[in-house]
């Protein structure tokens, strides 16, 4: 049994969405911690290896799949 995703649907497509228009990883931790959005483990403070993490998942496949076509 798989756990739920703790991330979002409306973070996830942010996330993805900023990465496909060329937003530099640490740029868009920052922003997302400024904005205070909550990682996918609930705390209040993005890093670049989060965002990898997030898009690396399958939900994180997908929606970049899916921004792709």
Do not use: F, H, N
């Not at 959005?37 to 670049?48: A, E, K, L, M, N």
């Amino acid at each position: 049994m798989s756990r739920p995703r703790a991330c979002p649907d409306e973070t996830l497509l942010l996330v993805a969405t900023a990465v496909r228009d060329g937003m530099p990883y640490r740029a868009l931790a920052a922003q997302l911690t400024a904005d205070g959005v909550p990682t996918p483990g609930g705390r209040v403070r993005w890093y670049p290896p989060t965002i990898t993490k997030l898009l690396q998942t399958a939900a994180g496949r997908a929606v970049l799949d899916a921004l792709d076509r």
